[in-house]
């Protein structure tokens, strides 16, 4: 046992202590019996609430002190079974499932012809059978639609044979090694059920995205899948999540095919399974990503059926006493299903402190004194442990946030599937993009606006009632109302959401490029990369015809793709420039190699929360980038500063400001004139021509004439460089002479400059 280990199941036995004896104070102490029916009813609806919180808690913290990761046995070639690959779909796209199918097809196994790929597709579409004809894959369809997915993936059961079955959505992309990773954990000498691995995503989240934090947390179901899964390896609890997943067929058999009487399959699927002692594992490393909903409405729906879900399997499946499961798995999914009951956490969450300071309803009974003895103890640990022990992938106070965004949309659907008023209809989340509906938007942002309101009455009550007596009792309220506003507020963020400009998600990547066409060769690598395009980092703003085709060349130690492009925009990123290309001609069989450099990856987006991600960081991000406005700029030459003054035929000295190949502005007398002709070195010269005045500063623009024919001259490059050297030596010397810095830039030349 290493060091880490001992530290970790130390602070969670202190955590576990401090949560119990600041249990036992609640329960008999901070009831407010003397207050009325209300104060009691809220009092017990908190403290209940707060119980099943600590359960929920106390079982992660468990499974997370020891966590245990299966080892790997090394297999020959001729061990490695027949794969059937399942991809689910109903309604998706075209131009979803090709990427899907393109990737299943790309990978490895030492006998490429014991994988069988299938295209489940209950939607019975022409366009599907023949987009598997030109995949070369199997396609198989039904006309009776009966049990949703479940029953897609029963119905493929029937009609084909091998031992292990691929489940994959019809967004997941598996990466090259996705089966050559995941199926010898069926030889460890164990029962094996099925192996699961982590549902990635190669775009934002709606909860990145619409709090511009999309560099700042990880994806927010990393938490569940990297850490919560993983931690219940200790007591084969993992739950099947319905894609990226091996599963044994003898383990479906035994049960019965995929169950098809709750509308989240895949979750009972996962209990059945290891109800008859088959052992199922979590790996921690992504070999697969999809595509996260990108509208609010699909989110919710998304949600809503998870939730109505579990507790549908809780229920009808009766995991406390079910047969075959042990009494570490019983309280893992119990936990499971009562995670799901959030809505009911946060509505008194936001309420309690809401129900004293505005309608002088006393919830929990107690001193400033107890709440710093019981409560503060107990509450720091807490965050500590979750935060230790998901390895900073989750902070107590992003769970708050994510809880506090969903709450009330799921609380009615949650109190009626209590009651057992199920949802009988399978909601498929989309995947394509979409607009959200601003009347729905504004449905959902009103219930946070109400209680943003309530909680500023709260705080106003708190800090009068603090000046007015003197008394700082108040504080512990006013520090809910603050953490319980901050929630809020996030929440209506998101609901505000972000206009959408990309239509294909940009991922980070380093990949070997070549950039030629009929003046020059570039040998680079990618800043990053899409479906519709890619962009480089140079050190010098070379000129780059926005007119002309170039080609492509991106290179991988296992793909290669070669296609035409155009750039599209270059900007200044610090000391280098960025030049951002668009696809304008690209074949079948290279469009399937580039999206493999794509998606063959693990995604670029954070693993980890940012350590500068305070609560007022998060605040001013989200306040400050919402009043900006954006600027949307279309520059295809490299705009640079310079500052030389230059002797020009017939006219006398002028001082040449900004230049961008084709455009330049130039400081000079009083005098104007059509046409200036610029000698330089080597014998080049500019041959410009007026085209406005700039401002009262005797500053003009004039576009290059000639510039297509020097652009591309070696020693005018050498011109140019020594002139950025130049200002930037007269920038340095300026900033350390305390002299202030001319501004040379200019509104007007942008707009002439956008071309």
């Not at 109505?308 to 499946?317: A, E, L």
């Not at 506003?485 to 990309?502: P, T």
């Not at 990949?511 to 890619?534: A, M, P, Y």
């Not at 623009?701 to 510039?707: F, K």
Request: glycine fraction near 4%; charged fraction near 25%; proline fraction near 3%.
């Amino acid at each position: 046992m290493n060091l880490m280990t001992v530290k970790n199941k130390i602070l969670v036995v202190v955590t576990v202590i401090m949560s119990l004896i600041y249990l036992g104070w609640r329960i008999f102490f901070t009831i407010p019996f003397e207050y009325g029916v209300i104060a009691i009813v809220s009092g017990f609806y908190l403290l209940i609430i707060e119980i099943i919180g600590m359960f929920e808690a106390g079982i992660h913290f468990y499974n997370m002190t020891n966590i245990q990761f299966p080892k790997c046995p090394e297999i020959k070639n001729k061990e490695y079974p027949e794969v059937d690959v399942f991809i689910a779909t109903y309604n998706e796209p075209v131009e979803l499932l090709y990427k899907t199918i393109n990737g299943c097809s790309n990978m490895d196994y030492p006998d490429k012809s014991k994988v069988h790929i299938y295209l489940c597709d209950d939607g019975n579409r022409q366009e599907m059978e023949a987009l598997c004809e030109k995949m070369k894959i199997k396609y198989i369809t039904r006309i009776e639609r009966t049990h949703a997915k479940a029953g897609n993936l029963n119905n493929a059961m029937s009609l084909t044979s091998s031992p292990l079955i691929v489940t994959m959505d019809a967004d997941m992309i598996p990466m090259h090694d996705f089966l050559t990773a995941c199926v010898p954990y069926f030889f460890t000498g164990e029962k094996v059920g099925f192996v699961q691995t982590p549902q990635s995503f190669y775009n934002p989240d709606l909860f990145q995205f619409n709090l511009h934090s999309e560099s700042r947390i990880p994806n927010e179901q990393d938490y569940f899948y990297r850490d919560i899964q993983v931690g219940r390896n200790k007591s084969n609890s993992v739950i099947y999540g319905g894609s990226n997943t091996i599963i044994s067929r003898e383990a479906l058999n035994e049960i019965g095919g995929f169950c098809t009487e709750v509308i989240t399959e895949d979750f009972a699927t996962g209990i059945e399974i290891q109800s008859k002692k088959y052992k199922c594992y979590a790996l921690k490393d992504v070999h697969a990503s999809g595509l996260s909903p990108s509208d609010l409405k699909s989110l919710i729906k998304q949600r809503e059926r998870w939730a109505r879900g579990c507790i549908q399997t809780g229920r009808k499946h009766n995991i406390l006493f079910k047969k075959g499961l042990s009494i570490a798995q019983r309280l893992n999914y119990i936990a499971s299903v009562l995670y799901w009951f959030f809505p009911l956490k946060r509505l008194i969450y936001i309420m309690a402190p809401i129900l004293f300071t505005v309608f002088n309803v006393i919830v929990v009974k107690c001193t400033l004194f107890e709440v710093l003895i019981f409560w503060l103890p107990m509450y720091l640990l807490t965050n500590t442990c979750i935060r230790k022990l998901s390895g900073n992938i989750r902070s107590n106070k992003w769970t708050n946030v994510y809880e506090n965004i969903l709450f009330p949309s799921l609380f009615i659907p949650v109190i009626l599937e209590t009651l057992c008023i199920s949802q009988r209809k399978f909601l498929v989340t989309r995947k394509e993009k979409v607009e959200d509906d601003k009347k729905y938007k504004l449905m959902q942002v009103l219930p946070h606006v109400f209680f943003a309101i309530l909680s500023s009455v709260g705080i106003i009550n708190c800090i009068r009632w603090t000046f007015t007596t003197g008394s700082i009792g108040m504080i512990v309220v006013l520090f809910w109302l603050l953490i319980n506003l901050y929630n809020i507020l996030m929440s209506i963020f998101f609901m505000i959401g972000r206009n959408v400009y990309r239509k294909y998600e940009r991922t980070m990547a380093k990949v070997q490029c070549i950039i030629e066409n009929s003046n020059f060769k570039i040998n680079c690598l990618t800043r990053d990369i899409s479906e519709s395009g890619f962009s480089i980092i140079l050190d010098f703003p070379k000129y780059i015809d926005y007119k002309e085709e170039c080609e492509i060349v991106l290179k991988t130690d296992r793909y290669l793709s070669h296609f035409k492009a155009k750039i599209v925009h270059v900007d200044r990123i610090k000391k280098q420039w960025k030049f951002s290309f668009y696809i304008c001609e690209i074949k079948e069989l290279e469009k399937k190699q580039l999206l493999q450099i794509i998606y063959d990856r693990k995604p670029s987006l954070p693993q980890v929360l940012d350590t500068d991600g305070s609560t007022f960081e998060d605040l001013k991000i989200n306040t400050f980038k919402r009043i900006k406005k954006e600027k949307m700029s279309n520059r295809k030459l490299a705009r640079f500063v310079i500052d030389e003054s230059i002797e020009a035929v017939g006219y006398g000295i002028v001082k040449l400001k900004d230049f961008n190949y084709e455009y330049m502005r130039i400081r000079m007398g009083l005098r104007e004139s059509e046409h200036l002709i610029i000698p330089l070195e080597h014998g080049i010269t500019l041959n410009c021509t007026f085209i406005q005045n700039i401002n009262k500063s005797h500053e003009r623009l004039y576009r290059i004439v000639n510039y297509e024919d020097i652009a591309q001259n070696k020693n005018f490059e050498v011109i140019l460089k020594k002139w950025i050297n130049n200002f930037s030596k007269k920038t340095k010397e300026k900033m350390e002479g305390n002299t202030g810095i001319e501004n040379n830039h200019s509104d007007e030349f942008d707009e002439m400059h956008y071309i």
